[in-house]
């Protein structure tokens, strides 16, 4: 068994591969090693692999991750990290939050780069082909771009206090927001319910 195996026979809890573009990594057989960080109807574009000393954040290498795997999703881009010595840990960047992406490419590695208002990431991706992992840059400009999909998909969806304590969650994740910030904005969302 390797780093992120899992149960073979295992069927897709979460994440829908009907979609285009796609890359070769985005199948069934690898799509299920981090399908439980995707949520249901998550429709996975582009997967990438790497080696976990190329994982970083504000130009910080982090020193306990082996491996990561990362999906650019029609929602979000979301990394699973395998940590040392056990366990994992995900990270959940969403397209709106992303004020640029970059992928830079050389001689052993190719890495995204991911600048939000508050952080930049540095994430690996040197197991796709180059043209696989600039086709993934692009999708991910192209999701920065458009509305949220989700906002707009009903009218009502946007008012709804359940879909902002989603949202709250996210942005709290991505470190735009305080956990006393989350807090307050929760509770005078809860009072909505």
Same mark, same amino acid.
């Given at each position: 068994? /390797? ?6 026979? +295992?069927?897709? !809890? ?21 399908? !439980?960080?995707?949520? *249901? ?23 306990? =991750?082996?491996?990561?795997?990362? +999906? +650019?999703?029609d $929602?979000?881009?979301?990394? $699973?990290? $395998?940590?040392? *010595?056990? /366990?994992? !840990?995900?990270?959940?960047? %969403? ?6 992406v970059?992928?830079?490419? /050389?001689?052993?590695k ?8 508050s952080?930049?990431?540095? =994430?690996?991706? /040197?197991? =796709? ?10 999708f ?26 989603e949202?709250? %969650? ?5 470190? =735009? ?8 904005? $929760?509770?005078?969302?809860l009072?909505?319910?």
């Amino acid at each position: 068994m /390797g780093l992120f195996d899992t149960n073979d026979d +295992a069927p897709l !809890e979460n994440a829908d591969l009907e979609c285009q573009p796609q890359n070769e990594f985005a199948n069934k057989d690898e799509v299920k090693k981090i399908d !439980e960080y995707l949520d *249901p109807g998550e429709k996975v574009h582009f997967l990438a692999k790497d080696a976990g000393e190329r994982f970083e954040i504000d130009g910080e290498v982090s020193d306990d =991750i082996l491996a990561q795997r990362t +999906a +650019a999703t029609d $929602k979000r881009i979301v990394i $699973k990290k $395998k940590k040392n *010595p056990f /366990g994992f !840990e995900s990270q959940s960047i %969403r397209y709106e939050n992303i004020s640029s992406v970059d992928l830079s490419s /050389g001689l052993v590695k190719t890495k995204l780069r991911v600048e939000t208002s508050s952080k930049v990431y540095g =994430i690996g991706v /040197g197991q =796709i082909a180059e043209d696989a992992a600039e086709d993934m840059c692009e999708f991910i400009r192209n999701k920065m771009s458009q509305p949220d999909q989700s906002d707009s998909s009903s009218g009502s969806a946007s008012g709804d206090p359940l879909d902002k304590l989603e949202r709250l %969650r996210d942005l709290k994740e991505d470190g =735009i927001i305080t956990e006393e910030e989350l807090e307050e904005k $929760k509770s005078d969302l809860l009072d909505q319910i």
